[in-house]
């Protein structure tokens, strides 16, 4: 078993995000998570999870993972996420989306970690194109 918070660790839960295997992924949520991403700021595991799945039924979402730094405490780690919009979505949270419409940005988010879950997430955008 890896790590927590080594690569190969984080390197799962990228794989089960990109899957849209939400047991997964979801497992290294913490029951109380604080989550404060660029689209919203959620409290606990449930309202994360609803977060998602709204997310990926609107857009195909993958994320790259480019470097992590990580302790059992706390990883830092710069992703790339790719977005394609499935429909129009005029109310997408970062701005409207129209079919088709493909969108990337690089972004570091720091997931503080508490028993083996992440117990806080924050990320920052660095930069964004459209295409």
Do not use: C
């Not at 039924?57 to 710069?78: F, H, I, K, N």
């Not at 508490?114 to 295409?131: C, E, Y």
């Amino acid at each position: 078993m890896d790590a927590i918070g080594s690569r190969p660790w984080f390197g799962r839960y990228v794989d089960a995000f990109n899957a849209r295997d939400y047991d997964a992924f979801g497992a290294y949520y913490h029951p109380e998570v604080d989550f404060r991403g660029q689209a919203a700021t959620l409290a606990g595991r449930a309202m994360v999870m609803e977060f998602y799945r709204r997310i990926h039924e609107q857009v195909v979402e993958t994320v790259e993972v480019r470097s992590v730094v990580g302790s059992t405490e706390l990883l830092a780690a710069e992703l790339v996420t790719t977005l394609v919009s499935k429909g129009d979505w005029p109310d997408f949270p970062r701005g409207g989306m129209r079919k088709g419409e493909r969108r990337q940005s690089v972004n570091f988010a720091f997931y503080d970690i508490k028993d083996g879950l992440f117990v806080r997430i924050r990320t920052a955008n660095f930069s964004r194109s459209v295409g």
